[in-house]
């Protein structure tokens, strides 16, 4: 699955797409094309059904990992069984951090990413997760010139991000209720930090994820609708 999308013609600004970069799968580039074309590629992404026994197969193995995280060798002898399981959940929110970046940075070599894609502060109230979405719909169904470039969501299965972040939200539950007694007297002071701060670092990495899910999922309510350009304004 290609990593970013670009709508609109190529070559308009400086630094903007190529047909080079089409071919190469990093972006695919639209010409000016009828919005119905364009909300056809923006559809492709949000059909549920195809991702969701992809979603039934996570659930199961993330119910597995539930009953094995807190023992070795997945569990850290250095701290207390409760600090180990927040470390895991800290390394877990890092890579999930971490690939959401590349998907984003790989979308934003194709063109200027959309500014929904990109917020200023995190985390994101919901009405205005609703607001960005709706820009990025219009913008993406009624530009004439210019791009849009965007990371695209998986058709097959749930993004990886999304499935890192869903295994980290199936540990809090556990790590909170886990001694905080027990590993090694020389990480101590490490093991207290750990503890004290991990339900905090686990809440910061999750922040720009969390927002990324809740757009696509609006997004993908807006496309899916009966009338996605209801809420536009008129076309520039």
Not at 8 to 31: D, H, Q, Y
Not at 142 to 166: C, I, Q, W, Y
């Amino acid at each position: 699955m290609r990593s970013g999308a670009v709508v609109g013609p190529p070559g308009r600004a400086a630094g903007g797409p190529t047909r080079a970069a089409a071919r190469s799968g990093a972006a695919f580039v639209v010409e000016d094309i009828a919005p119905s074309t364009k909300l056809d590629r923006l559809r492709s992404g949000c059909q549920p059904t195809k991702t969701q026994v992809e979603r039934e197969a996570d659930a199961m193995a993330i119910g597995i990992l539930t009953k094995l995280a807190r023992h070795p060798p997945y569990r850290q002898p250095v701290f207390s069984e409760r600090g180990s399981m927040y470390w895991a959940i800290d390394q877990i929110a890092l890579a999930a951090d971490a690939w959401d970046t590349a998907t984003t940075e790989r979308a934003a070599a194709a063109g200027k990413l959309h500014p929904s894609f990109d917020p200023p502060e995190l985390p994101v109230p919901p009405a205005e997760v609703a607001t960005n979405a709706r820009r990025f719909v219009c913008d993406a169904l009624t530009r004439r010139d210019g791009v849009v470039a965007f990371p695209v969501r998986p058709s097959t299965h749930p993004p990886m991000a999304e499935r890192l972040r869903r295994v980290a939200e199936a540990l809090e539950p556990i790590a909170r209720e886990l001694p905080a007694t027990g590993g090694s007297e020389d990480f101590a002071p490490v093991a207290r930090l750990q503890e004290g701060f991990g339900a905090i670092t686990a809440f910061m990495h999750r922040a720009r994820g969390a927002y990324l899910t809740s757009l696509y999922d609006q997004i993908c309510t807006l496309v899916n609708g009966s009338d996605p350009l209801a809420s536009c304004a008129p076309t520039r």
